[in-house]
């Protein structure tokens, strides 16, 4: 987002934002009820992950998808993979019918389980979140799951 900010304006954003913080943020500023749809490799976690969007956004429509998403319409898509790469996953799986938005969430789905904790505050302030994610995940790195 900082690199995108900075091409059309020229400077950073003035707050850094994070893919959690975006996705917690634009749920929350959807007044509008959408159906939104979460789709994971982890059946158990995700059960944890719709109740704690549930309880942030409750005008939403939360459903779980599976991995075979087709015939499933929803407004917006949230992947969130462990065992696979988010973004090739929905390249491969996801198509325009499905749904409007779709988001590859990265960490948000072990974060609101509370398999891992969020980043801390100051690898935000420093943009240095990838150092973060380095030490904390270093395999996702490197197998490019991110």
Known sequence: MNAAARRAHGEPLPVVIDGVAFVMALLTYMAVP?????????????GVVL?????HA?????VMLSGETSGVKVDMLLAGMTKENQEMWLHRTVN?????????VGPL???????????PEIFRRLHMSWLYSLC???WHIALGKG
């Open 109 to 119: 789905f072990k974060i609101l389980s509370s398999e891992v904790a969020g980043m």
């Open 51 to 55: 109740a704690k969007l549930r309880s």
């Open 136 to 138: 904390a995940e270093p």
């Open 96 to 104: 325009r019918e499905d749904a409007r938005v779709a988001i590859a």
């Open 58 to 62: 409750p005008w939403h429509d939360f």
């Open 34 to 46: 959408k159906r939104i749809g979460v789709a994971g490799d982890d059946a158990a976690q995700l």
